[in-house]
DNA sequence: TTGGTCCCTTGACCATAGTCATGTCACGCG
DNA sequence: CGCGTGACATGACTATGGTCAAGGGACCAA
């Protein structure tokens, strides 16, 4: 079994990275694994939650269902990238539901552990709670967006931040189907097409899941510019 | 000086609720008390961050400025609420800035001083972890409001949570005005004035600054219905 | 009482984005 | 090769909510 892979993975992890070794072998050793398929779900919002989960590998998205029906993403979580620190630790439900969006592999560390190593090492406590609020952070950012910025704005906010260049040009790749990117950014997959189209005026061009940047500094300009001004730039 | 009050309002907060009594003692010692007045700025946003805050009098907004200049409000405290524990402990820069909206009264707990303390006690940890997670819980709340309810339903949502009974019928007092309703709500203020209206056919009556509600299941109903069916009752 | 200000409401108009229906294109399979 | 399937794009129509402008009403001071 790829056990070696998965301990590197993890260890690398944002939640891990900054643990004492003797700690990050002592959770490790406490922690399962498992694969899960594209559409699989890892849990339901209202389940107590007692483990932090690190995904080693695929993409998982977190999202809730509303009363109404109505699905909201909240996140999608890559390789390396953690959730359910925050919730673990009292046993409190969980406030959303996660889901394989891909083939994926996933760690779970118990929450009795962590809480375990905490005691032993107050410092770790402060790791989880820098974890916890990247997590509040981007919360903020998604809020930020809906409530400031149109849709293709947002669209092109979240491409920019797909490349990891300052300027110049670039391709990149999307990182999943146009249904999950559109739920993501808070639009129905018919707009997300159409903020691609409007995305040509400022050199944003879309071939099968590649998309073509001419120039990053006249993106990031654009998500940047009033709704008003966007509208005629982009005319 | 009402310090005592100061005090008793502290230990009752919901972060310093759970801690021992010794340890409460220590920090209230070691904290520092500001008042402000309406609309003076207790932080802005990418200023580093060395202390929690905690509400003993009055309301706070946080909010976030986009570059595009949009105003997008994250939250609104009241008494006994505390923000900013993530983010203190690294000394990480604010996500957000924060306001006051009416004159009031906050506490600075030094980081250092709750970081010595979560040594001290490893279950402090976990209640400042709990409190972070509420925060969480409660962004995600508002990301599923504005992704999948319409205004007048989020409206709703907002007079349910301000009315602490579970059925029949009863008057809240808005908290704060319009104006600032309408920016936590993700509208601008004629929006929400059109939302009240449609409200009315659901058994809502607003009068200054006062919201009857007429049967408050019958209001939960319509904030849980689907967008579209809720179009043809509150037609 | 008068006038002024502030806050909220209302109406008209329009852009943004959701819905529904249809069209296109790549891919896999017999 | 034709056919079906699934993912995406596009067009027409509609509704939700933003913008701008005007109106009402509470409150305050002269």
Redesign the pocket.
Known sequence: MPNERRRKIAQTSLLLQSFPQDIQETLLGLSSWREYDRGETLFLQGESAHAIHIVTDGWVKLYRIAPNGGEAVVNVFAKGESFGEAVAFRGHAYPVSAEAVTACEVMRIPSVALLEAMRKDPEIAVSVLASTFTHLHSLVAQLEQLKA??????VAEFLLGLCHQEEGSCVVT?PY???LI?GRL????????????KLKTVGVH?N??NAAIENIDRLREYSETD??E??HKAQ
């Open positions: 910025q149109t849709g293709p704005q947002r999307l189907d146009k249904f559109a808070g639009m129905k997959p018919e707009s997300l097409s159409r903020s691609f189209s879309i099968r899941n709704p008003v966007a509208w």
